[in-house]
Nanobody
């Protein structure tokens, strides 16, 4: 079965950095766009960043632009999220998700994803 396993979360101070990883198995990884989402307590889950199947196309929400970088290594079936300049508002559980996307449009990347990981906690202290 498909498994997405996130790692790399933890506690970091404001201004610090973390690199999240998501290792995928049970699917043809290179056929899927990969997204990072987050859910903070009391808030809706929100999209953070998406990479196309090749990594050649990426999308970031405004909160992630300039601070976060999504990348992927199809040989390792892994997607990454490098997070810099973290602040307490970034505190959340971060999830990776996989989706077959045939056209890298806003509508496509915002639609429901096929597979989800269990999440990794990121806590940013002030």
């Amino acid at each position: 079965q498909v498994q997405l396993v996130e790692s790399g979360g933890g506690l970091v101070q404001t201004g610090g950095s973390l690199r999240l990883s998501c290792a995928a198995s049970g699917l043809t990884f290179s056929r899927y766009a990969m997204g990072w989402f987050r859910k903070a307590p009391g808030k809706e889950r929100e999209l953070v960043a998406v990479a196309s199947w090749s990594g050649g196309n990426t999308y970031y929400t405004d909160s992630a632009k300039g601070r976060f970088t999504i990348s992927r290594d199809n040989a390792k079936n892994t997607v990454y999220l490098q997070m810099n300049s973290l602040n307490p508002e970034d505190t959340a559980v971060y999830y990776c998700a996989a989706k077959r996307i045939y056209d890298f449009t806003i509508a496509s990347i915002m639609a429901e994803y096929d597979y989800w990981g269990q999440g990794t906690q990121v806590t940013v202290s002030s």
